[in-house]
Each structure stands twice: as structure tokens, then as C-alpha cells.
């Protein structure tokens, strides 16, 4: 009987499916354990080989505890919102919700297929109305919110406004905006209704403010730092420019240590803590002001090296900064705003990545030192960010490299007051003694005493203080997409206002066109019917919106927001809603759910989500806690990050002349060199005659090609190439001389754009998703990189053959109840013991190697007992779940094999009873005898010298000597 791993494969999954065999319960008597993956966008292309790797994973996981007596939830869902499917809705104009939902169907149908053991009762999409409009609601808690630095929490917005009637704001310790006036509280009764929304706006965890943002023009939308990639935006490789737009942000920032001091309690990796540590990058140093004279203003900078203060020969601003068009004389202006606009094309990334290009202007204006009283030449520089620290940085040349370039390449001073000293803080921190120049009060002082002291004068003069500064900068939230949560807002005399939870969710409406409008308004734009009858409570035309009357006569219906929330929005609590069985439409998640599951146990997913999305989340699940929403403070207990499965890429070698592609392609066994090939060449006449040019050099360059076009030993059919575009129907090929042509391989990232791209439909296809869950585990540790290669799936897929053939022959079942050998038990312990301290440890690649040594071991042994085989497939269910509900089975089990306990691993089985010792005769093993392995050595002795053998070999000889080491050897000496 035969091992038809489809029709088994088929089977199970409609029996999984039908009887809901992985439905968590929110009541259950067991503990809990919650494993979740990272969602997936669901992209037209389906999945690849390379997506599954952390889903299997994590499904071995969620089926192991399952035998380990848990009440697991796995749940599964999309986020199913973002730009692909908008960039595809502008090329087709087909709905972005229709082409999310077939790729999404898509998925479903190639995730089912390789038998996940996903709760789909609790699938999450965030772009159902049903589900964002939760995210909008939260939103709107963080807008009726504030942080009270004072307990350190977020509290409504109502205790914030209840200080300022009582005491007015002068004594409110609050995270919020630099530019606060003090009122007191019957100042804040005086003011209007709109003035007293303003200022609010300043305190909310949410708010609009002017922004320095990466605007993308040609996608028409602002991007995140991490969706730009070498300067240019990931999606589509788009130019990148920074631009000031008004949009609303969170208060990131507020949570900054506590985000640090939460990663003290999470069991994730070193290394993704370290990511999370840089980008929040907390410094410990001083706040200090520079005047600017002939002016009013005033230049704060934040510096980690107060005592260096007296190096400061200049001062240099971001581009972008407020005061470069406020200081700024007329002889330098149209230089300064040359510079201005040249820098707004490169990217925040590019230019903190880039140390090597020196660009700046003067800005014709001059500070003032705090203590010599120097004038200090303000300059404008682009390695200095507006969205990091203040914008602004005091320059000190002797003690900073990118200070002293820049100093260098414009001839600005640099005072050696440090006298040749390395005043980096490994060496400087290192002398006791340090002389620094014109400082009376510094003079001998190391520097962590001088920078205390330099703080301590500055606060003197009123011109600075101790402070600790964060990189971590307050997130942008607008984006001008039109595939997005809308905002729950309108606008009213151009102040905010927040939409009411009844009337939630406030649906994306429907518009001719994806794109911004011709004015330059994104796409919401474009809408005809997009704003709040307040009398209604309802989205009603835009004719009815008549903005440029007064209120009075405004019939009650105002603008609503025309952007739309980042991508990150659904994705930083969706783990919450999973948790509700009932998808509940009053609440989230009720409070029982979110008492029962508290957070996410296992979280399995990609390291590029270490400082968006995993840094998104925790903020809001600590402000979510802080207001009382969910009882937790962390969202993920565990974290692991799956390495990458890398795709082999095929190469084919293609003549170039100049820049013109010729069409013509040559073998790669012919190539020799990288880049070209001359007369020397023994193809050169063929290559020439076919190219039909002159010269004697041709220029070679590597083109892709899809990798399903090779077939065996790295050929390639060149017919499929020739059919593949039509650029390469004219296609010569210089072929080897057995008329073969050959491609170059070379490993890299598994991407559509490579055309190396395996799917798994066809894997699953050949070899079964048992095979395919298999070979991804044994490619290598969870963590690590590593290569794809479809060939080496034979490996597995024989394996399962040889296992199905233990259990099964020609006759129908092999299984009996004969009585387990001692060899049978103790290969069963020791695969139970392995197994469960790989799963334990996530080293999956380990126990499929396991599996393979325990499977040619019982079939070594002739293994049918039922009390061996029946047990092991339990071991390999949660790896190979079709083939072990199959067997389980027809072992005569009705359940499932999924709530069966695991095995529990006895020593007892792995401790030797007895030796077989090899008993020599001056040195040569002559025979072997098995003997106790408590036995004494006298008693070895006579048992040895009474066998009939050792009689027969001494024959009738007394010994000299014999040789007993216990538990090894024994060797008798004639």
C-alpha cells in the first residue's frame, strides 16, 4: 500500500477545517498559550518558499504545546492595507478591496495547503470596517489624552483641563510641545473656545502639528524612515525629498524610557534590543542656549559633552530649522536658499549615512558664546537632521570629526584648546588631569567633573541645564493614501474634532481616481461624498459643506480629514483582537478575553520589523494600559526572528555594445572573465558572425532570468527564455559544444524582481506539505540564513516513504501489540528526549535529523509494536501533521491526533543493563559475551574463564594474566 500523500493530505485538512480541530476556547480549564506570527500583507504574487519558514515554525510550536496539555490560541489574519494594492488600483483602477480580497483568497488556499493549525474563527483584516474601525477609536483615545510626566502615565484629557481651571498650567509637568505659554487659571476661563484648542492640541498624545517629512512625489504620499531604502523609496525605488506638511504625529517620545526599561522584561534577542536601544538612543548631557546677536532669538542644543564648550568655534543648523530664514542676511539668502532647496531632495538616510560629503552655507548671522561672549558664525549644514535633538549643534572641531571637516573645508577656526589631547571618552575619561584653555573653573578637572561643572555655571547665567535627550522622535501618522484607516475627524473653523464611537467606523469613500488631486490633495480629495453632518451624525456630500461661512450658518456639516493612517496603525494592537472569539462589535476585546490571554507567549517574525512596527506596538500597548483598555505592558513576551530563505538566482551572460544590448548570450562555461571577451577567445569567429560587428573586444553584462526556465545541471531552455519577452525573441545563443547553454547561479535574496522565486503550490504538489514542512525546518537553525535548493526536498520526502512502509506493507497494517524489545524503547526515549529539548529550543533542524536516525533504527528492529510506533508519531505530528493523523488513525484512534499527550521520556530506557564485552586473547577479540553491567570483576572473570570458547581457545593452557576493565574490555594474556 502505497504512500498517497495528496489524498492523505487532502483529507486531514478538510477534517481540521470542518471540525474546527484548532478552535481556542476563552474558558478552558488549561493554561494558556498564545503563539502569533507577524500577519502578512497579502501581495498578488501569493507566497514563496522563503514566507512559510516562520509559520512553520511556529506551528510546531502551537501543536507542541497542544500535547503539552495548553489551550493554545495560533490565529491568522492580513494586513490588508497599504500602498502595493493602491499602486496597483492606479495602474488597472480596479478597487483596492477587490484585488486585496482575491490576493487574500489566494493565501488562505496556500496556507491551508500546507496545514497550519491557524484558529481561522478569529482571522483579522484591517481593512474590514468592522476591524479599523476599533484602530480609529483608539486613535481617538490617544487624542483625548495627555502624559503626566508626574506619575508617569497617560490620563484623559479631562484631568488636564480640570489643572488648568483650578491652577492653570504653570506648575504641569506634561510631554508636550516646547512652545507653551504659562497661563494661570482665570486666564485659561478667559479664553475662547477655539484658543483653548490650540493649546490642548499642544498637550495630546496625538496632534497636528507642522512636520519635517520624507515626501515621496511620485508615489504622491510622505514615507516612513523605514520605508525608504538607499534614498530612494522601497516600494517602486522613487526619489525621496524632505518637505514641511502639517500632519498629525504621536507622542512617541513620551514613552522613550519607558520603551528602554521594558526591554529588561521581554525575552527577545540581544541584538533586537540593541536595534530598539539605538533607535530610542537616550543621552545623558546638557540643555544649553546660544543668543543670536541682533536678534531676539535664541539657539538651544542638546550636546552629551557640555565641558567642551569652550571648543565651540561655531554653530551649525539644519536646513530646515525655524531660525535659517529668521537670521539669515540679505547678501547670503540666495545662497542659503540654493543650499535649502538641494538638500530637501535627499533623505533623512541618505544623509546620516552619508560622512563623506561636506555641504553647507552661511547664514550671514552670529551667536553669541555663553561665557567669552564670542562671536560664533551660525552656518546651515545637512548632517544636521531637524528631526533629531534641536536641530542644532554647538561645533567643536577639536573634539567632533564631521565639526572638524567641516570646519576644515570652510576655513572656519578650530581652537586647540585641548592641546593635541584625544578627547574621545575612552582616552579623555582615562586622565585624571586634564588642562582645557581658557577655563578657569575646568582647569584639572576629568571630564565627567568638568561636564557637571560646565552645567552648573551655564545654569548660573541662565543659559542652560542638565538634561537627557532621546533620538526617538515623534511618529508622523498622516499619510495621503487612499488604501488607509481613515481618520474620525472633522474639521471644525479648521480645529479638529473627534467623531463620536457610536458612530464608528467612518467608512473610506468611494473616488474616481487613487491619485492626489490636480491641487495636490491626496486622494480623499477626489471624494464627493466626505464630510460630517453633525446633525446626522453621518458622511453626507461635499455640497453641503460650505467652509467659508461662520458657524451659524454652516447647517452642521464640516469638512472631514482627507489623509489617511500609516500602515503601522492596524498592525500595532491587532493581537488583542484575535484574543475576542466572538469578534465582539461593542468592545476591542472584552475584558475576560484580555484577562484570559493577557499577551502574546511566541511572536515569530522578521527582523525589518525591529524599530517599526515591534517599537509601534509597545507604545500603544503601554498607553492602551495606562488608560485602563488592557492590563498589560508589553505585547510580546517572547520574540524570535526567523531567518531568511535565499533564492539561487540564474544569470545569463549577454553582449553589449556601448549601453545596446545586441541579443546575444553566451554560455557561461565559455565566460572566463567577468566583464568582457576578445579575439582571443576560441567562439570569438561565431561570436563576431552572429553580433555582426567589428572590433576586438565585446562587453559582456548578467541579465536575470526566471529560474524555471533551468532545468538539470544549471541548463537553460532557451526556447522558454526566447518565449519569455518579447525583447528576447531574436535571442542568439552561443552555446557550448555539446549544444548546451549554461546560466551562472549565484544565492541571494528570494524576490520576484530575481525571478527566483519558488512557490510552494508545486513543492506541495510533487513531494506533499509534510515534505515541504520538513525540508524548510532541516535547511538550518531557525535564526540563520539560508539557501533554497528544490533538489535536496528528496532527502525528506524519501524519509516519509521509508516511515509510511514501518507502519504500512502491501497487506494493510503492520502494527501489533507484540511487546516493545529493550532496543525499541530505548531508541523511542531518546527521540522523545531530543525532540523535546530541540522544540524547547527552537533547534527544529536538529529533531528532523532525529527523526530519520529513529525511523532506520526501527526498521532496523523489524519494529511493529504498538507501543513504540504509536507514541513516535506523536513526537513527529506537530512536523508532519498529515502523515501522523493518518497513521494515528488507523492505529484505531477516533480523535485527532493533535489532543494526544506527549510521550514522557523514562531514563530508565537509556541506562545500559548489560555490556556486550569483546573478550580478547592477547589482544585479539576472538568473541563477544553480553554480561551484566553491575557485575563485579571476579565474577566477570569466572564467568569469562568457564565459557566454552575461552576454554577452546586456551586449550587446556593456564592464563598468565587477565585484563578486566569494567564496562570496556577483557583480555586474556597466554
Excluded at 525605488?237 to 521581554?266: C, D, F, N, P
Excluded at 545623558?284 to 571648543?311: K, L, Q, W, Y
Excluded at 517572547?638 to 540564474?650: E, F, H, R, V
Amino acid at each position: 500500500m502505497n504512500y498517497h500523500f495528496n489524498d492523505i493530505e487532502a483529507k486531514w485538512q478538510k477534517y481540521w477545517a470542518e471540525n474546527q480541530t484548532f478552535k481556542a476556547s476563552n474558558t478552558s480549564d488549561k493554561p494558556k498559550y498564545y503563539v502569533l506570527d507577524m500577519f502578512p500583507y497579502p501581495s498578488g504574487a501569493g507566497l514563496h518558499v522563503g514566507h512559510p519558514l516562520g509559520y512553520i515554525a511556529s506551528d510546531i510550536y502551537a501543536r507542541y504545546k497542544r500535547h503539552k496539555g495548553f489551550n493554545v490560541l495560533h490565529p491568522q489574519g492580513y494586513d490588508s492595507f497599504g500602498l502595493p494594492a493602491e499602486q496597483y488600483a492606479i495602474q488597472t483602477g480596479q478597487h483596492p478591496a477587490i484585488t486585496t480580497d482575491t490576493n487574500i483568497k489566494t493565501y488562505r488556499r496556500q496556507l491551508d495547503q500546507i496545514g497550519f493549525s491557524f484558529d481561522w474563527s478569529r482571522e483579522v483584516r484591517t481593512s474590514s470596517p468592522e476591524y479599523y474601525k476599533w484602530t480609529q477609536w483608539i486613535f481617538i483615545q490617544l487624542f483625548e489624552s495627555w502624559y503626566n510626566k508626574d506619575n508617569n502615565r497617560a490620563e484623559s484629557v479631562d484631568t488636564l483641563i480640570l489643572k488648568f481651571s483650578s491652577e492653570g498650567n504653570a506648575h504641569i509637568n506634561a510631554d508636550c510641545d516646547a512652545d507653551i505659554t504659562i497661563f494661570s487659571s482665570e486666564e485659561w476661563s478667559a479664553l475662547s473656545s477655539e484658543q483653548q484648542q490650540d493649546i490642548l492640541l499642544k498637550y495630546r498624545l496625538t496632534y497636528l502639528a507642522e512636520t519635517e517629512v520624507n515626501w515621496c512625489p511620485a508615489l504622491g504620499t510622505v514615507l516612513a524612515n523605514d520605508e525608504i531604502v538607499n534614498g530612494v523609496s522601497e516600494r517602486g525605488g522613487h526619489s525621496v525629498m524632505r518637505k514641511k506638511m502639517t500632519q498629525w504625529s504621536m507622542r512617541i517620545s513620551a514613552y522613550a524610557e519607558r520603551l528602554l526599561q521594558g526591554l529588561e522584561t521581554i525575552d527577545w534577542t540581544d541584538s533586537l534590543k540593541e536595534s530598539q536601544r539605538n533607535w530610542i538612543g537616550k543621552s545623558v548631557g546638557a540643555s544649553v542656549v546660544f543668543n543670536v546677536n541682533n536678534h531676539d532669538e535664541v539657539i538651544e542644543v542638546f550636546t552629551t559633552r557640555p565641558d567642551t564648550i569652550f571648543g565651540v568655534s561655531f554653530m551649525t543648523l539644519a536646513p530646515e530649522h525655524d531660525l535659517v530664514s529668521k537670521i539669515t542676511t540679505a547678501d547670503q539668502n540666495a545662497h542659503v536658499e540654493a543650499y535649502i532647496q538641494a538638500t530637501a531632495k535627499r533623505s533623512e538616510r541618505d544623509r546620516m549615512a552619508d560622512v563623506k560629503t561636506i555641504s553647507g552655507a552661511f547664514t550671514g548671522a552670529y551667536a553669541e558664546h555663553p561665557f567669552t561672549k564670542e562671536p560664533l558664525p551660525i552656518w546651515i549644514g545637512d548632517y544636521v537632521l531637524a528631526g533629531y535633538g534641536t536641530g542644532a549643534v554647538m561645533s567643536v572641531p577639536c573634539g567632533d570629526q564631521r565639526d572638524y571637516d567641516f570646519a576644515n573645508h570652510f576655513n572656519i577656526a578650530i581652537p586647540n584648546i585641548f592641546e593635541g589631547i584625544d578627547i574621545s571618552e575612552e582616552a579623555y575619561g582615562s586622565k585624571d588631569n586634564v588642562k582645557i584653555a581658557n577655563s578657569d573653573f575646568l582647569n584639572g578637572l576629568n571630564y565627567k567633573k568638568a561636564s557637571k561643572t560646565a552645567i552648573y555655571e551655564l545654569e548660573k547665567l541662565g543659559q542652560g541645564e542638565g538634561k537627557t535627550n532621546y533620538r526617538l522622535r515623534d511618529a508622523v501618522f498622516s499619510r495621503q493614501r487612499y488604501w488607509g484607516e481613515p481618520f474620525p475627524v472633522y474639521y471644525v473653523k479648521g480645529k479638529p474634532q473627534m467623531i463620536d464611537k457610536v458612530h464608528l467606523p467612518i467608512r473610506l469613500p468611494d473616488v474616481e481616481k487613487y491619485l492626489p488631486t490636480e491641487t495636490g490633495e491626496p486622494p480623499l480629495g477626489r471624494a464627493d461624498v466626505w464630510a460630517w453632518c453633525t446633525k446626522n451624525n453621518k458622511v453626507v456630500s461635499n455640497d453641503l459643506c460650505h467652509s467659508e461661512q461662520s458657524e451659524e450658518s454652516h447647517n452642521g456639516v464640516y469638512p472631514l480629514e482627507l489623509n489617511t493612517m500609516p500602515g503601522w496603525a492596524g498592525s500595532s494592537w491587532y493581537f488583542f483582537r484575535y484574543m475576542e472569539d466572538a469578534m465582539r462589535d461593542e468592545t476591542f476585546a472584552s475584558e475576560d478575553a484580555l484577562n484570559y490571554w493577557e499577551n502574546v507567549d511566541l511572536y515569530i517574525g522578521g527582523s525589518e520589523h525591529a524599530t517599526g512596527h515591534l517599537l509601534y506596538s509597545r507604545f500603544w500597548v503601554k498607553f492602551m494600559k495606562d488608560r485602563g483598555f488592557v492590563n498589560v505592558e508589553e505585547p510580546f513576551k517572547k520574540l524570535i526572528n526567523q531567518g531568511m530563505i535565499l533564492g539561487t538566482s540564474a544569470f545569463v551572460y549577454e553582449a553589449i555594445h556601448g549601453e545596446k544590448s545586441l541579443h546575444v548570450y553566451l554560455s557561461s562555461d565559455l565566460i572566463e572573465g567577468p566583464n568582457f571577451i576578445d579575439s582571443t577567445h576560441p567562439k570569438w569567429g561565431e561570436i563576431v558572425n552572429v553580433c555582426k560587428i567589428e572590433g576586438s573586444k565585446l562587453n559582456l553584462r548578467l541579465i536575470h532570468t526566471d529560474v524555471s526556465f533551468v532545468i538539470t545541471s544549471d541548463e537553460l531552455d532557451m526556447e522558454a527564455f526566447k518565449n519569455w519577452r518579447p525583447e528576447y525573441k531574436t535571442a542568439k545563443f552561443i552555446t557550448h559544444e555539446d549544444k548546451t547553454f549554461k546560466v551562472k547561479r549565484e544565492v541571494e535574496k528570494m524576490s520576484k524582481s530575481k525571478y527566483n522565486v519558488v512557490k510552494p503550490d508545486q513543492i506541495v504538489k510533487d513531494y506533499g506539505a509534510d515534505s515541504l514542512r520538513l525540508y524548510e525546518m532541516f535547511l538550518g537553525p531557525l535564526e540563520q540564513a539560508k539557501p533554497w535548493n528544490t533538489a535536496g526536498i528528496t532527502g525528506v520526502h524519501s524519509f516519509l516513504k521509508k516511515l509510511w512502509k514501518l507502519y504500512v506493507d502491501d497487506n494493510g497494517l503492520k502494527v501489533n501489540d507484540a511487546e516493545p524489545t529493550k532496543d525499541a524503547l530505548k531508541t523511542l526515549h531518546k527521540t522523545i528526549k531530543k525532540v523535546e529539548e530541540d522544540i524547547e529550543n527552537f533547534s527544529f533542524n536538529t529533531s528532523v535529523s532525529t527523526f530519520m536516525i529513529a525511523s532506520n533504527e526501527l526498521t532496523a528492529l523489524k519494529c511493529t509494536s504498538k507501543a513504540i510506533l504509536e507514541p513516535f508519531l506523536i513526537l513527529l505530528s506537530p512536523y508532519a501533521p498529515h502523515i501522523a493523523e493518518e497513521l494515528w488513525s488507523r492505529l484505531g484512534n477516533e480523535q485527532s491526533i493533535s489532543i494526544a499527550s506527549f510521550p514522557k521520556f523514562e531514563e530508565k530506557y537509556l541506562v545500559e543493563s548489560s555490556k556486550n564485552y569483546p573478550i580478547s586473547f592477547n589482544g585479539k577479540m576472538r568473541f563477544t559475551l553480553e554480561l551484566p553491567m553491575d557485575m563485579s570483576k571476579d565474577d566477570i572473570e569466572k564467568t569469562v574463564m568457564a565459557h566454552e570458547k575461552t576454554i577452546a581457545q586456551l586449550d587446556g593452557r593456564p592464563p598468565k594474566k587477565v585484563i578486566i576493565v569494567p564496562g570496556k574490555i577483557v583480555n586474556i594474556v597466554g
